[in-house]
């Protein structure tokens, strides 16, 4: 946990990525889920395509730690 600390006070960068959900879309924009989804998915190809990085998934973008709480319940029960 306390690597997570570390990363998370950082802000985003080359290799550091927050992304505020998977499946869900954040309260704070206007995308649609398809478009969160492939933002995620563009964010880990690029990471395996370079010396790799850190994709935060629950994180927004300035680093507040929101959980995935909204992507579970996608699920159902």
């Known amino acids: 946990m306390a690597e997570l600390s570390r990363d998370v006070s950082m802000m985003e ?3 550091v990525e927050f992304k505020g959900g998977f ?7 206007k995308a649609k889920t398809y478009d969160i989804t492939l933002a995620c998915l563009k ?3 690029a990471f395996w ?3 790799g990085g ?8 300035d ?5 995935l709480g909204k992507d579970y319940s996608t699920f159902g029960k």
């Open 23 to 29: 499946f869900t879309i954040p309260e704070s924009t």
């Open 43 to 45: 964010a880990i190809a």
């Open 13 to 15: 960068g080359g290799r």
């Open 54 to 61: 850190r994709l935060y998934l629950g994180v927004s973008d």
């Open 49 to 51: 395509n370079t010396d």
């Open 63 to 67: 680093g507040t730690i929101a959980g």
